[in-house]
């Protein structure tokens, strides 16, 4: 019977997490004999997801290498997708950048038209990568809705039409097959778009706070959890839903979802557009908004400042429920008047005990989060223990090289 760390799942499990990093200390942690774990390691190596560097701590002989995980053996295909707006990355398995285009894609064009669309922008970026198809290893796509990410299917979203329930995953897989000989079955996963900005911003920046709360705040209003360092879903992926949060003094506002008083109708990005153009000011969009915003326009300031106050009615007791160490806020309005209205209620009305040790604190990866968030989503479903064991005893995939030269 296998015990603990007993595989090379679970070794390369240990390796990635920074617990162990040489062999000497794989055989202290897990108690394994020094020949077994050169036999798991044996298994890492030949699948190219392990590199040995200099830098180990001599015992009296030569000093002993250090045993990595090598994040360019293979690249993710990453994408963000906004309600106007589309984000798209060749990523490698550390998030670094290796390609990315942005461009309009509505998302009302529906699921057929935008998942193509992404088929071939990354037929293109594999290209300006200089990266062979064999070598992406999954791909992770950021949707503006809630999403039930066990199957990859959108749940009753308010703003995206057509995507209730289609299989984006299938969809995916097809078009990058088409259009950039892509495997077919290379696995998609899917999430909100908030969950995974929140994901990227917490492993990148917080990635010791248990408790990390982002919230977006563009066309409108959602938060990702990070709860002991996995996202917090839910039953079906509707966690966070912070943007529909009734208001009692706002019941004629209407909101895009049909209904009365939601917080977005008064303090999203769409909202603040629809107020600033009341007042004569052009304006359509959370981007158009924080353009004013940026250029210093004091309508716009003080409709940010009110927005963040209200927003900080609902967060009160999302602070109180949760007690984060980490409150961030991210999207277009994720600026200095929006963020000072968030605080000021935040301390006006929540208990100290809830605020006493909390950081109130702006996006610290911008547009690229979500694209983060979705990389990290991959790596860690494909590299854990059980996962990483299937791979490694499936039929082999060929290595690909980098530009560099360099075999991976």
């Known amino acids: 019977m296998a015990t603990p760390w007993s595989t090379a799942g679970h070794l390369l499990e240990l390796i990635r997490t920074g617990q162990a990093r040489t062999r000497g200390e794989l055989q202290r942690v897990t108690g394994l004999s020094r020949s077994t774990v050169g036999q798991r390691l044996d298994q890492l190596f030949d699948a190219g997801w392990l590199r040995a560097v200099p830098g180990g701590q001599s015992t009296g002989g030569r000093p002993s290498n ?17 309600v106007t707006h589309a984000h798209a990355a060749v990523m490698d398995l550390a998030g670094g950048v ?11 064009d529906g699921p057929e038209v935008v998942l193509d669309r992404l088929g071939l922008w990354f037929a293109g970026l594999l290209t300006a990568a200089g990266t062979a198809p064999e070598a992406v ?15 990859g299917r959108v749940v009753r979203p308010p703003i995206m039409p057509g995507w209730d329930g289609y299989p984006v995953p299938g969809r ?43 919230v977006k705040v563009s066309t409108g209003i959602g938060a990702g959890v990070v709860v002991d360092g996995k996202v917090f879903r839910g039953i079906d992926g509707g966690a966070g839903d912070l943007g529909h949060i009734r208001l ?27 107020q600033l153009a009341a007042l004569g000011v052009p304006a ?66 929540a208990l100290p005990r809830a605020t006493r040790n909390l950081q109130v604190v702006t996006s610290r990866l911008g547009d690229r989060a979500a694209l983060a968030g979705a990389t990290a989503m991959v790596v860690e479903h494909l590299y854990a223990p059980d996962q990483a064991d299937a791979r490694l005893t499936a039929p082999a995939r060929p290595h690909h090289r980098s530009p560099a030269g360099v075999e991976s």
């Open 137 to 151: 290893c999954g791909v992770g796509l950021s949707l503006p809705g809630p999403v039930d990410s066990s199957s």
């Open 284 to 349: 359509q969009s959370g981007a158009d908004v924080r353009a004013h915003l940026d250029a210093g326009s004091p309508d716009a300031g003080r409709l940010a400042r009110e927005a963040g106050r209200r927003c900080g009615e609902v967060l009160v007791t999302v602070v109180t429920l949760l007690n984060p160490g980490v409150l961030m806020i991210a999207g277009d309005l994720a600026e200095t008047h929006f963020v000072t209205g968030v605080r000021e209620l935040l301390y006006q009305r």
């Open 248 to 274: 009692h003094d706002q019941a004629e506002a209407r909101c895009m979802c049909g209904s009365y008083g939601c917080l977005a109708a008064v303090a999203s990005g769409r909202a603040l557009a629809g």
């Open 172 to 214: 995916m897989q097809s078009s990058l097959a088409l259009h950039a000989g892509v495997d077919a079955a290379v696995p998609v996963l899917v999430d909100n778009d908030a969950n995974l900005m929140g994901l990227g911003e917490q492993r990148h920046a917080f990635a010791d706070c248990s408790a990390f709360v982002l």
């Open 98 to 108: 290796l390609a990315e285009h942005t461009e309009a894609l509505p998302i009302e």
């Open 66 to 82: 250090l045993l990595e995980f090598d994040t360019g053996h293979a690249v993710v295909l990453a994408a963000d997708l906004d």
